[in-house]
């Protein structure tokens, strides 16, 4: 199975200011026949099931805000959110579709400082 | 507007068995493979099972390969769970969720129910 990690585990960011979320999985995720990394992107508020913000990486899904930007190749991904706002505080996951199972990463907590 | 309603999460005694179902509505079901992903209190997300949108190909994590079955009816549009020879490691809240693509299993969810919770306990 592909192992997803992410860092950190908790990040306490001040409003307004630029929070950044790592993941890294165990084996790339960059399909070479298409040059698409399959990788994707969930936020989940407490009490709510997962909301998909991102995937192949980096393209947002409708409706996200813009400050939501994804980025990286292969084993190393990143999410960032250029300007954190209150309603952002929540768990992020990223999750593998390379492969099945299609695992995720263990969550990252991000608050307000 | 895609709506999906999980039920059939109830207290169960290990060892025993239960049925979850996710009724869909809001899209054309038969065309979308539809996932469960499992989230014990307070712990991460986990995929569980999935099955493509005519219901002939499934998978299964290892966790649960050969104790729980995935199945469709698209005459209904609904989504089962059969589980069976349950663990206190199965407790978890239930999320079913509808793939983003309607060609083939992607592995992305675009819309996710609000979940059911199986507690497995005696």
């Known amino acids: 199975d592909i192992v997803m990690t992410q860092s950190p585990d908790s990040l306490a960011v001040s409003l307004g200011e630029r929070a950044t979320i790592n993941c890294k999985s165990s084996q790339s995720v960059l399909y070479s026949s298409n040059n698409k990394n399959y990788l994707a992107w969930y936020q989940q508020k407490p009490g709510q099931p997962p909301k998909l913000l991102i995937y192949?990486?980096?393209t947002r899904e409708s409706g996200v805000p813009d400050r939501f930007s994804g980025s990286g190749s292969a084993t190393d991904f990143t999410l960032t959110v250029s300007s954190l706002q209150a309603e952002d505080v929540a768990v992020y996951y990223c999750q593998q579709y390379y492969d099945t199972p299609h695992t995720f990463g263990q969550g990252t907590k991000l608050e307000i400082k | 507007e895609v709506q999906l309603v999980e039920s059939g999460g109830v207290l169960v005694p290990p060892g025993g068995s239960l049925r979850l179902s996710c009724a869909a509505s809001g899209f054309t079901f038969s065309s979308y493979a539809m996932t469960w992903v499992r989230q014990a209190p307070g712990k991460g997300l986990e995929w569980v099972s999935v099955i493509s949108g005519s219901g002939g190909t499934t998978w299964y994590a290892d966790s649960v390969k050969g104790r729980f079955t995935i199945s469709r009816d698209n005459s209904k549009n609904t989504l089962f769970l059969q589980m069976s020879s349950l663990r206190a490691e199965d407790t978890a809240l239930y999320y079913c969720?509808?793939?983003?693509?309607?060609?083939?299993?992607?592995?992305?969810?675009?819309?996710w129910g609000q979940g059911t919770l199986v507690t497995v306990s005696s």
């Open positions: 192949w990486a980096s």
């Open positions: 969720a509808k793939d983003d693509s309607s060609t083939y299993y992607l592995g992305v969810f675009d819309s």
